[in-house]
Protein backbone atom coordinates (compact mmCIF):
# COMPACT_ATOMS: atom_id res chain seq x y z
CA UNK A 1 0.00 0.00 0.00
CA UNK A 2 1.01 3.65 0.13
CA UNK A 3 3.55 4.43 2.12
CA UNK A 4 3.58 8.27 1.86
CA UNK A 5 1.31 10.62 2.83
CA UNK A 6 0.51 13.49 0.77
CA UNK A 7 -1.64 16.16 1.69
CA UNK A 8 -3.41 17.97 1.07
CA UNK A 9 -5.61 15.96 -1.79
CA UNK A 10 -6.62 18.95 -3.81
CA UNK A 11 -6.47 22.97 -3.24
CA UNK A 12 -8.46 25.41 -4.64
CA UNK A 13 -7.05 29.19 -4.57
CA UNK A 14 -7.12 32.56 -5.88
CA UNK A 15 -4.06 33.32 -7.99
CA UNK A 16 -1.56 35.26 -6.45
CA UNK A 17 -1.68 33.06 -3.31
CA UNK A 18 1.32 30.94 -1.97
CA UNK A 19 0.45 27.20 -1.93
CA UNK A 20 2.20 24.60 0.60
CA UNK A 21 2.06 21.11 0.53
CA UNK A 22 3.56 18.06 2.02
CA UNK A 23 4.65 14.48 2.34
CA UNK A 24 4.99 12.38 5.54
CA UNK A 25 6.15 8.35 6.22
CA UNK A 26 6.97 6.37 8.89
CA UNK A 27 10.41 5.31 6.76
CA UNK A 28 13.33 7.21 6.26
CA UNK A 29 14.28 8.33 3.08
CA UNK A 30 17.33 9.19 1.05
CA UNK A 31 15.85 11.36 -1.63
CA UNK A 32 13.14 13.13 -1.79
CA UNK A 33 11.69 14.13 -5.66
CA UNK A 34 8.94 16.75 -6.41
CA UNK A 35 6.70 16.39 -9.87
CA UNK A 36 4.26 18.45 -11.43
CA UNK A 37 1.57 16.51 -14.02
CA UNK A 38 -0.25 18.40 -16.63
CA UNK A 39 -3.88 17.33 -17.96
CA UNK A 40 -3.00 14.03 -20.09
CA UNK A 41 0.71 14.56 -19.78
CA UNK A 42 3.31 12.33 -17.71
CA UNK A 43 4.99 13.97 -14.46
CA UNK A 44 7.98 16.30 -14.88
CA UNK A 45 10.40 17.05 -12.27
CA UNK A 46 10.23 20.39 -10.40
CA UNK A 47 12.87 19.87 -7.33
CA UNK A 48 14.79 16.81 -6.32
CA UNK A 49 16.67 17.04 -2.38
CA UNK A 50 19.57 14.66 -1.24
CA UNK A 51 20.49 15.80 2.18
CA UNK A 52 18.70 16.05 5.30
CA UNK A 53 17.56 19.61 5.74
CA UNK A 54 18.22 20.58 1.82
CA UNK A 55 16.54 23.46 1.01
CA UNK A 56 16.03 23.94 -2.59
CA UNK A 57 14.63 26.35 -4.99
CA UNK A 58 13.34 26.53 -8.42
CA UNK A 59 11.35 29.69 -9.34
CA UNK A 60 8.60 30.23 -7.47
CA UNK A 61 8.80 26.62 -6.01
CA UNK A 62 11.08 25.95 -3.12
CA UNK A 63 10.79 22.59 -1.64
CA UNK A 64 12.66 21.07 1.92
CA UNK A 65 14.18 17.70 2.96
CA UNK A 66 12.82 17.31 6.29
CA UNK A 67 15.54 16.68 9.24
CA UNK A 68 14.13 13.62 10.19
CA UNK A 69 14.41 12.07 6.07
CA UNK A 70 10.63 11.01 7.18
CA UNK A 71 9.03 14.17 5.75
CA UNK A 72 9.24 16.70 2.71
CA UNK A 73 7.40 20.03 1.70
CA UNK A 74 7.14 22.16 -1.47
CA UNK A 75 5.80 25.73 -1.27
CA UNK A 76 4.59 27.76 -4.40
CA UNK A 77 4.91 31.53 -3.97
CA UNK A 78 2.69 34.05 -6.19
CA UNK A 79 0.48 31.45 -7.63
CA UNK A 80 -0.56 32.01 -11.59
CA UNK A 81 -2.96 29.89 -13.84
CA UNK A 82 -0.73 27.70 -15.07
CA UNK A 83 0.55 26.29 -12.01
CA UNK A 84 -2.98 24.27 -12.39
CA UNK A 85 -2.05 20.41 -11.72
CA UNK A 86 -1.57 17.58 -9.66
CA UNK A 87 1.50 17.80 -7.98
CA UNK A 88 3.50 14.52 -6.68
CA UNK A 89 5.92 13.64 -3.99
CA UNK A 90 8.14 10.76 -4.43
CA UNK A 91 10.88 9.54 -2.03
CA UNK A 92 13.47 6.71 -2.32
CA UNK A 93 14.45 4.73 0.13
CA UNK A 94 18.31 3.24 1.19
CA UNK A 95 19.51 0.19 -0.67
CA UNK A 96 16.79 0.32 -3.46
CA UNK A 97 16.37 1.68 -6.90
CA UNK A 98 12.78 2.08 -6.64
CA UNK A 99 10.95 5.43 -6.11
CA UNK A 100 7.61 5.24 -4.15
CA UNK A 101 5.10 8.62 -5.17
CA UNK A 102 2.83 9.79 -3.12
CA UNK A 103 -1.46 10.11 -3.93
CA UNK A 104 -1.13 13.64 -5.19
CA UNK A 105 -2.53 17.34 -4.49
CA UNK A 106 -4.29 18.65 -7.16
CA UNK A 107 -3.93 22.54 -7.47
CA UNK A 108 -6.43 24.66 -9.13
CA UNK A 109 -5.54 28.39 -9.55
CA UNK A 110 -8.91 30.94 -10.49
CA UNK A 111 -7.64 33.53 -11.87
CA UNK B 1 14.81 14.86 -27.86
CA UNK B 2 12.51 11.78 -27.45
CA UNK B 3 13.43 10.81 -23.63
CA UNK B 4 11.08 8.10 -22.41
CA UNK B 5 8.35 6.75 -25.86
CA UNK B 6 5.12 4.76 -25.23
CA UNK B 7 3.00 3.52 -27.23
CA UNK B 8 -0.04 3.16 -27.90
CA UNK B 9 -1.55 6.57 -26.40
CA UNK B 10 -4.96 5.16 -26.48
CA UNK B 11 -6.09 1.80 -26.07
CA UNK B 12 -9.61 0.15 -25.69
CA UNK B 13 -9.49 -3.87 -24.86
CA UNK B 14 -12.24 -6.34 -24.33
CA UNK B 15 -11.96 -8.66 -21.61
CA UNK B 16 -9.54 -11.51 -22.07
CA UNK B 17 -7.83 -9.79 -24.43
CA UNK B 18 -3.98 -9.55 -24.19
CA UNK B 19 -1.57 -6.48 -25.56
CA UNK B 20 1.64 -5.01 -25.42
CA UNK B 21 2.24 -1.44 -24.11
CA UNK B 22 5.85 -0.27 -25.48
CA UNK B 23 8.32 1.47 -23.86
CA UNK B 24 11.65 2.64 -24.96
CA UNK B 25 14.21 5.11 -24.14
CA UNK B 26 16.80 6.79 -26.41
CA UNK B 27 18.78 7.99 -22.93
CA UNK B 28 21.37 4.85 -22.11
CA UNK B 29 19.20 4.60 -18.85
CA UNK B 30 19.69 1.17 -16.77
CA UNK B 31 16.70 1.67 -14.55
CA UNK B 32 13.57 1.48 -16.03
CA UNK B 33 9.66 1.12 -14.57
CA UNK B 34 6.09 0.71 -15.45
CA UNK B 35 3.65 2.72 -13.24
CA UNK B 36 0.04 2.51 -13.21
CA UNK B 37 -2.47 5.71 -11.98
CA UNK B 38 -5.68 5.70 -10.85
CA UNK B 39 -7.97 8.39 -9.70
CA UNK B 40 -6.91 8.85 -5.99
CA UNK B 41 -3.76 6.39 -5.53
CA UNK B 42 -0.83 8.06 -7.05
CA UNK B 43 1.43 5.95 -9.35
CA UNK B 44 1.73 2.65 -8.29
CA UNK B 45 5.11 0.53 -9.52
CA UNK B 46 4.30 -2.54 -11.42
CA UNK B 47 7.39 -3.85 -12.34
CA UNK B 48 10.95 -2.58 -12.86
CA UNK B 49 14.04 -3.48 -14.19
CA UNK B 50 17.65 -2.44 -13.46
CA UNK B 51 19.25 -3.43 -16.64
CA UNK B 52 19.33 -5.44 -19.53
CA UNK B 53 17.67 -9.32 -18.59
CA UNK B 54 16.98 -8.59 -14.87
CA UNK B 55 13.31 -7.83 -14.03
CA UNK B 56 11.68 -7.49 -10.56
CA UNK B 57 7.90 -7.19 -9.07
CA UNK B 58 6.74 -4.17 -7.82
CA UNK B 59 3.78 -3.13 -5.83
CA UNK B 60 1.17 -4.18 -8.30
CA UNK B 61 2.27 -6.68 -10.58
CA UNK B 62 -0.42 -9.20 -10.92
CA UNK B 63 -1.69 -9.59 -14.44
CA UNK B 64 1.29 -7.90 -15.89
CA UNK B 65 4.26 -9.00 -17.58
CA UNK B 66 7.93 -7.77 -18.43
CA UNK B 67 10.70 -8.89 -20.11
CA UNK B 68 13.95 -6.66 -20.66
CA UNK B 69 16.03 -7.57 -23.95
CA UNK B 70 17.41 -4.62 -23.93
CA UNK B 71 18.81 -1.29 -22.37
CA UNK B 72 16.26 0.46 -24.71
CA UNK B 73 13.33 -1.28 -24.68
CA UNK B 74 11.02 -2.19 -21.80
CA UNK B 75 7.58 -3.62 -22.90
CA UNK B 76 4.76 -4.44 -20.40
CA UNK B 77 2.33 -7.30 -21.31
CA UNK B 78 -1.12 -7.62 -20.09
CA UNK B 79 -2.19 -11.77 -20.52
CA UNK B 80 -5.74 -11.80 -20.21
CA UNK B 81 -7.25 -8.02 -19.51
CA UNK B 82 -9.64 -7.50 -16.95
CA UNK B 83 -11.79 -4.47 -15.69
CA UNK B 84 -9.88 -3.92 -13.21
CA UNK B 85 -6.64 -2.69 -15.10
CA UNK B 86 -8.28 0.24 -17.00
CA UNK B 87 -5.70 2.81 -15.94
CA UNK B 88 -3.12 5.18 -17.68
CA UNK B 89 0.17 3.60 -17.73
CA UNK B 90 3.62 5.29 -17.74
CA UNK B 91 7.09 3.97 -18.74
CA UNK B 92 10.03 5.43 -16.76
CA UNK B 93 13.57 5.30 -16.93
CA UNK B 94 16.32 6.99 -14.66
CA UNK B 95 20.29 6.21 -14.44
CA UNK B 96 19.73 4.15 -11.75
CA UNK B 97 22.14 5.25 -8.53
CA UNK B 98 20.62 6.24 -5.00
CA UNK B 99 20.51 9.61 -3.23
CA UNK B 100 22.20 11.54 -6.40
CA UNK B 101 20.96 12.78 -9.49
CA UNK B 102 20.63 9.58 -11.13
CA UNK B 103 17.45 8.45 -9.19
CA UNK B 104 15.74 11.18 -11.58
CA UNK B 105 13.08 9.43 -13.30
CA UNK B 106 11.98 10.64 -16.46
CA UNK B 107 8.52 9.72 -17.67
CA UNK B 108 6.69 8.63 -20.99
CA UNK B 109 3.59 10.67 -21.49
CA UNK B 110 1.16 7.88 -20.66
CA UNK B 111 -0.95 4.94 -22.61
CA UNK B 112 -4.58 5.15 -21.34
CA UNK B 113 -6.25 1.75 -21.08
CA UNK B 114 -10.26 0.99 -21.31
CA UNK B 115 -10.84 -2.70 -20.25
CA UNK B 116 -14.44 -3.42 -21.66
Known amino acids: GQQLNQSPQSMFIQEGEDVSMNCTSSSIFNTWLWYKQDPGEGPVLLIALYKAGELTSNGRLTAQFGITRKDSFLNISASIPSDVGIYFC???????????FGSGTRLLVRP | NAGVTQTPKFQVLKTGQSMTLQCAQD?????MSWYRQDPGMGLRLIHYSVGAGITDQGEVPNGYNVSRSTTEDFPLRLLSAAPSQTSVYFC???????????????FGQGTRLTVV
Open chain 2, 92 to 106: ASSRGSQGSIGTEAF
Open chain 2, 27 to 31: MNHEY
Open chain 1, 90 to 100: AGQKDSSYKLI
